[in-house]
């Protein structure tokens, strides 16, 4: 399954907002976000409901990272 996460979002349109950590920790990407839950033992938690397009790909998303 980890192979198809991607395809669950829009990576070309894909927005997010992080909470939980300093602003120099702030993951960029999708893939920030899976490097730092695997190093640094982050727990992520979905805040809210994410939004999608018309393809059901995520297209805006809110965590909050605790760890």
């Not at 192979?3 to 120099?24: I, P, Q, S």
């Not at 839950?37 to 809110?62: E, H, L, M, Q, S």
Request: proline residues 3%.
């Amino acid at each position: 399954q980890e192979r198809l996460f991607y395809f669950h979002f829009d990576k070309d349109k894909v927005k997010f907002d992080c909470e939980g950590l300093e602003e120099w920790e702030l993951p960029k990407t999708l893939g920030a976000i899976l490097s730092g839950r695997a190093a640094g033992g982050w727990t992520i938690t979905v805040v809210g409901t994410p939004k999608y397009d018309k393809y059901n790909r995520i297209t805006y998303f809110k965590i909050n990272v605790t760890y």
